[in-house]
């Protein structure tokens, strides 16, 4: 078994979701489709509902961002023409969703409202979230040996604590000591981590992050932050020089806590 050590000023490991501790497949193939085969009936269920009109007053600022994209579909302010505006207004919305998800934008105002829609679906036992079977084991091994463990995904902290209070492993929201969204900056910008670790009250160098995508892990390095790079079925490829540049692991037991032995 390949091992990759954690350097010593590591104290804290910071976690993505999606292709790192979850399979790619989940989300695709559950979580996605959830979103796309009820947001229609969700909007018109919510919509007089306060937390929906947020969700949709940024969706329609983070339209007006994307006027200039290829494909972009506005979202209409209420005219105050009744019913045929409300109808308008919701087929707007969904089209939009429709529209950032056929991209997988990482938009806060997509996440929200993903967020919301899934608490339906964990809470009455419709969903349960996958976690790759190394995950649970190792993060008890990890807080055992004094890390802390901190979530930084693109999904909302919501739908993350979601994730984790109702999977197929049980409640394992406890074996987290916080949770990062994109309210704290992108993934891909290198300030976010820089905000994290002011967050947490660490150096940037204390933190290791894994993640599947390249991006993220370039951004984080950049910040100074250590990566490795988690390879998992069914995640993108990575190129010949990301494979020479970055650490690679497949498991999360492959990772080797020095001071823990
Ligand atoms: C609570 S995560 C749900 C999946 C999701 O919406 C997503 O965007 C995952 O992105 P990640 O940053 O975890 O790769
Ligand atoms: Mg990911």
């Known amino acids: 078994m390949v091992v990759l050590s954690v350097p010593a000023e590591v104290t804290v490991i910071l976690l993505d979701i999606e292709g790192t501790t979850t399979p790619l497949a989940f989300v695709k193939d559950t979580l996605f489709p959830y979103i796309k085969e009820n947001v229609k009936e969700y909007l018109q269920t919510h919509w007089e509902e306060e937390e929906c009109q947020q969700d949709v007053s940024l969706l329609r600022k983070q339209a007006e961002e994307d ?15 009744g019913v045929d505006d409300r109808q308008h207004m919701i087929q707007a919305v969904v089209d939009n969703v429709y529209w950032q998800m056929s991209l997988d934008r990482k938009t806060t105002a997509l996440k929200q409202l993903q967020g919301h829609m899934w608490r339906a679906a964990f809470t009455a036992g419709l969903m349960k979230a996958e976690f790759f079977e190394d995950v649970v084991p190792a993060v008890r091994k990890w807080r055992e040996a004094g890390m802390k463990v901190y979530i930084y995904s693109s999904g909302s902290v919501e739908a993350q604590k979601l994730l984790f209070g109702h999977s197929t492993e049980g409640d394992i929201l406890e074996l987290f000591d916080g949770h990062f969204d994109t309210k704290i900056g992108h993934k891909v910008e290198s300030e976010s981590y820089r905000k994290i670790a002011n967050s947490i009250g660490c150096s940037t160098n204390n933190i290791l992050f894994l993640t599947d995508v390249t991006l993220e892990a370039s951004a984080a390095e950049e910040a100074e932050v250590h990566v490795a790079v988690v390879v ?27 001071a823990s032995t």
């Open 67 to 81: 006027s200039h994209l290829d494909g972009a579909v506005p979202i209409p302010a209420a005219s105050g023409n």
């Open 232 to 258: 998992r079925p069914g995640n993108a490829g990575l190129t010949d020089d990301e494979k020479t540049y970055y650490s690679l692991i497949t498991s999360f037991s492959e990772l080797y806590l020095p």
